[in-house]
């Protein structure tokens, strides 16, 4: 899963992304509303965040002119004096918000909750014959024993059940799975596909020769 932060608060930007990469997400950031927008209009995040007040375009203006051509579930991060300000961001198309100061804990529950919105999927618990994938928990079981997991072979197994069915081109996954500052790793994801093979079968990852992978 791969996330932007626009956010201009040095310290809040630098911890939050830490704590997101920690997660096992890929951090893409931007610290004003002009690259925000760049980014978030030529990459396809699995979430963004999203401050208000910033440099250049401001949160309002950037939700606005992406919602002409993306759905990337977005959540918002307001000051805790601006309740109409709240009304005014799920109005305009914004998935949810978060109030500052906010609890880490929180950011992590509301970006799962709209990611897996945004997936049409009501429930944490995607089940793939013996195995569990319980997206609330961030964890995998096998045969209901826990499997110890990367955080991100945890992701790559995460956006593949997501997508299950469908095959899900190595392009997707570098996108989703790497930020912009790893994506030259070329052979980064065949090491992670073994690995989630050697933990949960062979053939709970199938290879679709010259397209990318899939999970039946
Ligand atoms: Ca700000």
């Known amino acids: ?20 990469r920690e997660e096992g997400y890929a951090v893409d950031t931007a610290n004003n509303g002009d690259d925000g927008l760049f980014n978030a209009e030529g990459t396809d995040y699995d979430a963004i965040v999203l ?3 910033l440099p250049g ?20 991060l307001t000051a805790r004096d601006q309740t109409r300000e709240r009304v005014k961001g799920l ?13 880490l804990e929180e950011v992590f529950a509301r970006l799962r909750a709209i990611i897996r919105r945004s997936a049409n999927k009501s429930t944490n618990l995607i089940e793939i014959g013996p195995v569990k994938v319980d997206t609330a928990a961030r964890k995998i079981f096998l045969k209901d024993k826990p499997v110890e997991i990367t955080a991100r072979e945890y992701s790559l197994v995460e956006f593949l059940a997501l ?3 469908e095959v899900v081109t190595r392009t997707q996954l570098y996108d989703h799975l790497f930020d912009e500052n790893e994506s030259s790793l070329s052979n980064l994801l065949d090491v992670h596909v073994s690995n989630v093979r050697k933990k949960l ?6 290879t679709r020769r010259g397209h990318g992978y899939c999970i039946e």
């Open 1 to 20: 899963m791969r996330i932007l932060i626009v956010e201009d608060e040095p310290d809040l930007l630098a911890s939050l992304a830490q704590a997101l």
């Open 51 to 53: 401050d208000i007040m």
């Open 57 to 76: 375009l401001d949160g309002w203006e950037i939700l606005k002119r992406l919602r002409k051509t993306k759905k990337t579930p977005v959540l918002m």
């Open 91 to 103: 109005d305009s198309g914004a998935d949810d918000y978060v109030i500052k100061p906010f609890d």
């Open 163 to 165: 997508h299950r069915g």
């Open 201 to 206: 079968g062979a053939e709970f990852i199938a």
